[in-house]
């Protein structure tokens, strides 16, 4: 095997300060777009309780429309 080659303090620096400024953006990110996603989530839900209180009516007036034999 190869041994090991030293590596330069000034890139080591470097390789670090990229992975905490990396965290630290991501954690500003994430506070930034979580609220936004909560918003759509929510109107996600309200939407979905009217599509689906839309399609429970259609479904009542296509069961009451049905020819039945008692007609």
């Known amino acids: 095997m190869v ?3 030293q590596v330069s303090p000034l ?7 990229a992975l905490l400024v990396g965290i630290i953006y991501g954690k500003r990110r994430y506070d930034h777009l979580k609220p ?3 918003e759509e989530r929510r109107v996600e839900e ?3 309780k009217i599509r689906e209180e839309k399609e429970r009516i259609a479904k009542e007036l296509a069961e009451a429309s049905q020819e039945t034999i008692l007609k």
């Open 36 to 38: 936004i996603a909560a």
């Open 3 to 5: 041994p090991p080659v």
């Open 11 to 17: 890139i080591k620096t470097a390789r670090w300060s």
């Open 46 to 48: 309200e939407e979905k």
